[in-house]
Nanobody
Framework: QVQLAESGGGLVQAGGSLRLSCAASGRTSSNYAMAWFRQAPGTEREFVAAITWSAGSTYYAASAKGRFIITRDNAKNTMYLQMNSLKPEDTAVYYC????????????????????WGQGTQVTVSS
């Protein structure tokens, strides 16, 4: 069982920045990955970014590339998403997810590979 606790959401003006955090606790293998997805009202959940824990390989959606940075702190078992140059279209609930034992090739954007999900944190970007 893995528990995920997200934090860092809020209201920000367009062009601003936010940093989301996701702290994981519980049992994981050494071969796991964590990711951020988001869901805006009336839309499907979409992939934002992912990171593999051992190698630190990162994956980004096209919408996030160049503006968002995903990192992890092994000692704290925490993942971060630094979001810069935010746009109103980034407004959504952001969810943290963990894939506890990833297979290769790792399809980072496939939400079916993730076993546990956080409760979500709201990010609102005003124009």
């Amino acid at each position: 069982q893995v528990q995920l606790a997200e934090s860092g959401g809020g209201l920000v003006q367009a062009g601003g920045s936010l940093r989301l955090s996701c702290a994981a606790s519980g049992r994981t293998s050494s071969n796991y990955a964590m990711a951020w997805f988001r869901q805006a009202p009336g839309t499907e959940r979409e992939f934002v970014a992912a990171i593999t824990w051992s190698a630190g390989s990162t994956y980004y959606a096209a919408s996030a590339k160049g503006r968002f940075i995903i990192t992890r702190d092994n000692a704290k078992n925490t993942m971060y998403l630094q979001m810069n140059s935010l746009k109103p279209e980034d407004t959504a609930v952001y969810y943290c997810a963990v894939a506890t034992n990833i297979a290769f090739p790792f399809i980072a954007g496939d939400d079916h590979v993730y076993d546990y999900w956080g409760q979500g944190t709201q990010v609102t970007v005003s124009s």
